[in-house]
């Protein structure tokens, strides 16, 4: 069964520094990987998405991922944090069909401090 | 990117009532749209898959007598919240798919749905 795993509920960092939010996955076939991100109330936005090819994904907001097939993961990466990017942060798995739905880990909410 | 509307954005309704929630594709034709609902800090759940034209696809444990689904276009799917309850206060969340970019869906902003 598909599923995904964000280790981290809360994350805190301090504005400038680097941030990794972690996100394993479980697929049966091929996965196409998503990362989200949500302000308070409102919807969803796309950051990056992984289909095929190069396995270091560039993003909106300088937010990159990496899909590594050994490990089964996606980590979110972003090498200097802004105090807009507070928010929570959804990654998710997918495949290509016409009905799949995405499949969403429980989220990181990310907290940054001055 | 694509953009999906959600109307109306907060609804606040008496217990009893029924509460239509509208998700629109705005720029792109969808055939499938999905219906996702979220708790307090917490993840979205699938409720349901809606296919224009047919009939939804609901997930293991959403009421379809209660959640009715419908996507009678390919720009518009409506879900109608029936005899709400106080329990079905949430965060009611539709996706497009949009079928020119593999699996990628785009979000609606949400409704707040708080029923009385």
């Known amino acids: 069964a598909q599923s995904v795993t964000q280790p981290d509920i809360h994350i805190t960092v301090s504005e400038g520094a680097s941030l990794e939010l972690r996100c394993n996955y479980s697929y049966g076939a091929t996965p196409y990987l998503f990362w989200y991100v949500q302000s308070p109330g409102q919807g969803l936005q796309l950051l990056l998405k992984y289909f095929s090819g190069d396995t270091l994904v560039q993003g909106i907001k300088g937010f990159e991922a990496e899909f590594k097939r050994s490990q089964s993961s996606f980590n979110l990466r972003k090498p200097s944090v802004h105090w807009s990017d507070a928010a929570e942060y959804f990654c998710?798995?997918?495949?290509?069909?016409?009905?799949?739905?995405?499949?969403f880990g429980k989220g990181t909410r990310l907290s940054v401090i001055a | 990117g694509a953009v999906v509307s959600q109307h109306p954005s907060w609804v606040i309704c008496k217990s009893g009532t029924s509460v239509k929630i509208e998700c629109r594709s705005l720029d792109f034709q969808a055939t499938t749209m999905f219906w996702y609902r979220q708790f307090p800090k917490q993840s979205l759940m699938l409720m349901a898959t809606?296919?224009?034209?047919?009939?939804?696809?609901?997930e293991q444990g959403v009421e379809k007598d209660k959640f009715l689904i419908n996507h009678a276009s390919l720009t518009l799917s409506t879900l109608t919240v029936t005899s709400a309850h106080p329990e079905d206060s949430s965060f009611y969340i539709c996706?497009?798919?949009?079928?020119?970019?593999?699996?990628?869906?785009?979000f609606g902003p949400g409704t707040r749905l708080t029923v009385l």
């Open positions: 996706s497009a798919r949009d079928p020119s970019l593999t699996d990628t869906q785009y």
């Open positions: 809606s296919n224009e034209g047919s009939k939804a696809t609901y």
């Open positions: 998710a798995v997918g495949g290509y069909s016409g009905n799949t739905p995405l499949v």
